[in-house]
Nanobody, 124 residues
């Protein structure tokens, strides 16, 4: 079993930055692929970014490419999402997800473990 605990959400003005953290516990974090998803009110959950267990392979949704960066620190059992140049349309609950599959995936059904989410609100 893996427990995931997100933090770092909040309210920021458009153009600002936030860094989300996801602390993992329970199993061998360093062998797990990790991802961030988000869900805005009235919308389906969508993929944001993912990273392989090595950290060498990453992937991003087109809507965040060039603005968001996913990274991981296996020594701290933590994955991060650095979000720059935030836009009002980035407003959502952001979820951390983990799975022991290969490389990375943008498909939410391929992730077995999920955090509770952290709210990000970007004002115009």
């Amino acid at each position: 079993q893996v427990q995931l605990d997100e933090s770092g959400g909040g309210m920021v003005q458009a153009g600002g930055s936030l860094r989300l953290s996801c602390a993992a516990s329970g199993r061998t974090f360093s062998t797990y692929r990790m991802a961030w998803f988000r869900q805005a009110p009235g919308k389906a959950r969508e993929f944001v970014a993912a990273i392989s267990w090595t950290g060498y392979v990453t992937g991003y949704a087109d809507s965040v490419k060039g603005r968001f960066t996913i990274s991981r620190d296996n020594a701290r059992n933590t994955v991060y999402l650095q979000m720059n140049s935030l836009k009002p349309e980035d407003t959502a609950v952001y979820y951390c997800a983990a799975d022991d599959g290969p490389t990375y995936s943008s498909r939410d059904h391929e992730y077995a473990y999920w955090g509770q989410g952290t709210q990000v609100t970007v004002s115009s």
